[in-house]
């Protein structure tokens, strides 16, 4: 048994880690059948909300660099789930789009995650895992603040 010492008590940072962690062995063994990854799950998931948007839009919806959206689009569009088209208003930009193939695995993409919920919540109320949520979500804004404040110092 491990003796714990306030080096080893779970720091919210560390729950998180370990949380992220698992989530990523837990979604990359499922969504392996479809020959895709984290990255490409959210970017697929970005465009069921928003089909047709360019890069740097998918960007500011995954709040993620430019670089880490063009290294996951490129395995979606040889993999046929997704196209880059050139953008008619704006030619200097593409639309992102999800092929029918693409398409067709959303319903997929939405039962993986929510049984990874399912796993994540267990053992919660209704109303826990509502304030769970509610919680996860100022954190995130809270962090995302915060990294923004760093970068621009």
Not at 111 to 137: H, M, N, P, Q
Request: glycine letters at 4%.
């Amino acid at each position: 048994m491990v003796k714990k010492t306030a080096e080893s008590r779970i720091s919210a940072a560390r729950a998180i880690s370990i949380i992220h962690r698992n989530s990523v062995i837990f979604l990359e063994n499922e969504l392996k059948k479809y020959n895709i990854g984290t990255g490409q799950l959210m970017i697929l998931k970005a465009l069921n909300c928003n089909d047709g948007i360019n890069q740097e839009s998918i960007s500011d919806f995954l709040v993620t660099d430019k670089t880490t959206v063009t290294k996951n689009i490129k395995p979606l569009i040889k993999e046929g789930y997704i196209s880059r088209e050139k953008n008619n208003s704006d030619r200097r930009s593409y639309r992102i789009c999800l092929t029918e193939k693409g398409k067709s695995i959303i319903p997929e993409i939405y039962r993986i995650i929510d049984e990874w919920t399912e796993c994540l919540l267990a053992g919660f109320s209704a109303e826990d895992r509502s304030s769970v949520l509610k919680f996860l979500e100022v954190m995130t804004g809270n962090a995302c603040l915060a990294a923004r404040k760093r970068k621009d110092n």
